[in-house]
């Protein structure tokens, strides 16, 4: 079993599936290396031009709704070796991922696989993207 040090971890809080499946390998990695755990979510940026529509208070609650979403995350982790942190970003996905990664000190992303959609087998997805730049080891979980 490798040494991992930090774990990112990529939690998509609309699809539970997927994430569960992260979760479950990320804790065993996390046990078995003593390795810390940040749980990131991206959130997708708005138009400006909805500002008119949406109340003043818009983005502090969506990022107040997406903070308590990670930590019902930290809370099905259960009890690991060191605190599991938590970071929400806004921009693309990969992109605020591969950010963090760079930004701080970790060893290794989990990412999680959504089935191909025809917009991915054009463009690429968001794991292929992120396995692809990555200058740490990545784990697909399917």
Known sequence: MPGFQHILV??????????ERE???VRELA????AKITLINVRTPRSSRYNTYLPKSFDADEQAWHESELEKWVVKIGPTTRPVMTKVRVGSV??????EAHAGEFDLIVV???PPSLASRLLG??????????QVSVLVAR
Do not use: F, Q, Y
């Open 10 to 19: 990529s939690i998509d809080v609309e699809d539970p599936t997927n994430t």
């Open 23 to 25: 979760i479950v390998r």
């Open 31 to 34: 046990i078995a290396s003593g």
């Open 94 to 99: 990969s992109g605020e991922i591969l950010a």
């Open 112 to 114: 999680g696989s959504h």
């Open 125 to 134: 997805s968001n794991a292929e993207k992120i396995v692809r730049e990555a």
